[in-house]
């Protein structure tokens, strides 16, 4: 019998036997397309970085790898969303053209992001958009709020007429995806608790002796984790005040040990702390020696840096 494949000439790529007979006792076409497409790059990109380039959306291409993996026939992985960086899906123009296209909400979303951003869109700045629509799955309204946040964001802390990049916008994405910030009502629940956070943040920064300033991101992080643990701003200058006495200055680290510490053992107000605050017994101490390890950690990172 004549052969009936038509060869190109091309480079090609090998299918075992064994994996061949796998996939056809499964019968899932996707898991032998992503399979096939694993195989063209020689399996040196994650799985879920090819949804661009077979134009799944993240539900389709999740669902295809998690067969490929109990088929044994890709590695076991985290079934976490990845970093934008790792496994971010590239997606060529005629992706997007198609798409813009076929998805009326995904035009008009894109149109919105343009007039709130005051810029055209290039190719990868909507291909980013396509894969936080298609890929990681939020929807339009839930993408816009997120847009406005990383603007507004930027805006409050160099000015007005600063726009956010898309890239920022993407990791930020990625990270309300992770948080399951996936409708408009999680959007508004956590835009609420970020400005009462927000609003919170210039108390700390005077009762630990740094003016009106805004705090840098490494402060805000520290100040953040501080109000979500429950601490007023009078507790934290009783935190400050120990580490100033102990390192002869603000050390962040030190002064998180001491009120992870407290939070450990549910002391929050000044009068809690007051009353529970009593010297370690032997047993107890090795919760103390967070405050030490820290602030060790801090000062080798800090010559680190210098030298």
Request: hydrophobic content about 35%; charged content about 30%; aromatic content about 6%.
């Amino acid at each position: 019998m004549a052969n009936i494949l038509v060869h190109s000439g091309d480079e090609s790529v090998t299918l075992t036997a064994q994996a061949t007979k796998r996939l056809l006792d499964k019968g899932d076409g996707d898991a032998a397309l992503l399979y096939l497409a694993l195989l063209r790059h020689h399996g040196t990109v994650p799985p879920r970085s090819l949804a661009g380039e077979l134009r799944w959306d993240r539900g389709r291409i999740e669902a295809a790898e998690a067969t490929l993996r109990t088929l044994g026939l890709i590695t076991p992985s985290a079934e976490t969303l990845p970093e934008p960086a790792d496994e971010r899906p590239v997606y060529q123009r005629d992706d997007i053209s198609h798409r813009l296209e076929t998805c009326e909400e995904f035009r008009r979303l894109t149109a919105e992001v343009e007039r709130k951003l005051g810029k055209k869109l290039t190719t990868p700045d909507e291909g980013i958009l396509l894969g936080l629509y298609d890929y990681v799955g939020l929807p339009a309204d839930v993408i816009y709020l997120l847009v406005c946040h990383c603007t507004e964001r930027l805006q409050r802390r160099y000015g007005e007429g600063r726009r956010p990049t898309l890239r920022q916008i993407e990791k930020e994405g990625y990270a309300w995806a992770r948080m399951g910030i996936d409708t408009q009502r999680a959007a508004a629940e956590y835009l609420r608790k970020y400005a009462q956070r927000q609003g919170a943040l210039p108390a700390y920064m005077r009762v630990l002796g740094l003016g009106d300033r805004l705090p840098v991101a490494s402060e805000e992080k520290y100040l953040a984790a501080w109000h979500e643990m429950g601490f007023p701003p009078e507790t934290v200058a009783i935190a400050c005040d120990k580490t100033v006495l102990k390192c002869h200055e603000l050390k962040w680290p030190y002064c998180n040990g001491i009120l992870k510490r407290w939070h450990e053992a549910g002391l929050h107000t000044p009068e809690e702390v007051a009353a529970g605050d009593r010297p370690a017994t032997q047993g107890e101490s090795r919760k103390k020696q967070t405050e030490d390890e820290e602030l060790r950690k801090y000062m080798q990172a800090l010559h680190r840096d210098r030298g």
